[in-house]
């Protein structure tokens, strides 16, 4: 299989090969999430998890794949950690390799501490989410659960929807889905679209009925409020009535289309509740469950390269 990454810390350095290595391989694991035949992949293996932001979803479903795996998991608890002490994330990193570490999954507020980390540490790094930056993980797992769905991850029209401008989930699908060739549509209102939009490759529209017609694939994104720091939208009902994806809006993507959210949904806020729970055109829920699968797949593929490195260097000592 073609993955040679050292690091999960984005989906930008992956070749779509790798992607789609890692993809086939979560699939496997999707198919028989609880075989006895996976419980050693990470044998001896230490898998710690370190969430400087709140995710109850995403740590958990790195915890459940690292133990489905096999490895030794701790769960450290950022937010009393010494970093409140004054400890720099630096002396953290120190503090992690004299631990000797094997995978670290990291979450953190600001954009490109994963990446600090990952030139610190000797083992294994896979961003949580990044700040802004990105979260691979989240798209992979969406990209699996598109591919399940339409039996295909290429040459789809898939719309994007909200708060785009303060969403990593969305950098991050933006890459993965150019990467297969997909046709992508952003839709927001204007002061939710990010600076350099034109960049990106994508087409843009400010009315949800002109960007959803004809579309394979409704991804809605959260408001993320927590990273707001001024009046983005008039109020939440505004919001709900333009941008928010009911029934009649939905109407315009294909009889087909999918729908999807990557947590945790505002229900009358972005989607209205029906549809998210509509078995017929929902597929939030195997999102989540292809979230385990996509994570025991990544540190599966991450470990084999660093048992490789490591049994690299250590014929070398003996030369």
Same mark, same amino acid.
């Given at each position: $299989?073609?993955?040679?990454?050292?690091?999960?810390?984005?989906?930008?350095?992956?070749? +779509?090969?790798?992607?789609?290595?890692?993809?086939?391989?979560?699939?496997?694991?999707?198919?028989?999430?609880?075989?006895?035949?996976?419980?050693?992949?990470?044998?001896?293996?230490?898998?710690?998890?370190?969430?400087?932001?709140? =995710?109850?979803?995403?740590?958990? =479903?790195?915890?459940?794949?690292?133990?489905?795996?096999?490895?030794?998991?701790?769960?450290?608890?950022?937010?009393?950690?010494?970093?409140?002490?004054?400890?720099?994330?630096?002396?953290? %990193?120190?503090?992690?390799?004299?631990?000797? +570490?094997?995978?670290?999954?990291?979450?953190?507020?600001?954009?490109?501490?994963?990446?600090?980390?990952?030139?610190?540490? !000797?083992?294994?790094?896979?961003?949580?989410?990044?700040?802004?930056?990105?979260?691979?993980?989240?798209?992979?797992?969406?990209?699996?659960?598109?591919?399940? %769905?339409?039996?295909?991850?290429?040459?789809? =029209?898939?719309?994007?929807?909200?708060?785009?401008?303060?969403?990593?989930?969305?950098?991050? !699908?933006?890459?993965?889905?150019?990467?297969?060739? !997909?046709?992508?549509?952003?839709?927001? +209102?204007?002061?939710?679209?990010? =600076?350099?939009?034109?960049?990106?490759?994508?087409?843009?529209?400010?009315?949800?009925?002109?960007?959803?017609?004809?579309?394979?694939?409704?991804? $809605?994104?959260?408001?993320?409020?927590?990273?707001?720091?001024?009046?983005?939208?008039?109020?939440?009902?505004?919001?709900?009535?333009?941008?928010?994806?009911?029934?009649?809006?939905?109407?315009?993507?294909?009889?087909?289309?999918?729908?999807?959210?990557?947590?945790?949904? !505002?229900?009358?806020?972005?989607?209205?509740?029906?549809?998210?729970?509509?078995?017929?055109?929902?597929?939030?829920?195997?999102?989540?469950?292809?979230?385990?699968?996509?994570?025991?797949?990544?540190?599966?593929?991450?470990?084999?390269?660093?048992?490789?490195?490591?049994?690299? %260097?250590?014929?070398?000592?003996?030369?």
């Amino acid at each position: $299989m073609s993955f040679r990454a050292q690091h999960l810390l984005g989906i930008e350095p992956l070749h +779509p090969t790798e992607i789609t290595t890692l993809l086939d391989l979560a699939d496997q694991y999707a198919n028989d999430p609880n075989s006895v035949r996976h419980r050693d992949v990470l044998a001896g293996m230490t898998q710690i998890n370190m969430f400087f932001e709140n =995710s109850t979803r995403t740590q958990a =479903s790195f915890e459940l794949a690292g133990k489905r795996l096999g490895a030794d998991v701790m769960n450290m608890a950022m937010q009393a950690s010494s970093l409140k002490k004054g400890e720099t994330l630096i002396d953290t %990193a120190l503090t992690l390799n004299a631990m000797h +570490p094997d995978l670290l999954v990291v979450r953190h507020p600001h954009s490109g501490a994963v990446d600090l980390l990952a030139q610190k540490v !000797n083992g294994a790094v896979l961003n949580a989410g990044d700040g802004k930056h990105e979260h691979p993980t989240q798209a992979l797992l969406d990209a699996l659960t598109i591919r399940r %769905a339409k039996g295909r991850i290429h040459r789809l =029209s898939v719309a994007i929807c909200g708060d785009v401008a303060h969403s990593r989930v969305a950098r991050s !699908n933006i890459m993965l889905l150019g990467k297969m060739e !997909n046709r992508i549509r952003l839709i927001a +209102p204007p002061t939710l679209m990010p =600076s350099g939009v034109a960049e990106f490759g994508c087409e843009v529209f400010h009315d949800m009925e002109e960007g959803l017609k004809d579309v394979d694939v409704v991804m $809605m994104l959260r408001l993320q409020k927590e990273r707001m720091d001024g009046g983005f939208i008039p109020s939440e009902r505004e919001y709900y009535h333009r941008y928010g994806l009911d029934a009649a809006k939905l109407a315009h993507a294909k009889p087909d289309a999918i729908v999807m959210h990557p947590g945790p949904m !505002n229900r009358g806020v972005e989607i209205d509740g029906t549809i998210a729970d509509d078995i017929n055109r929902s597929v939030i829920q195997t999102q989540v469950e292809m979230g385990v699968a996509v994570r025991m797949a990544a540190m599966d593929l991450l470990a084999r390269n660093l048992r490789a490195r490591r049994g690299a %260097a250590l014929e070398g000592v003996m030369v």
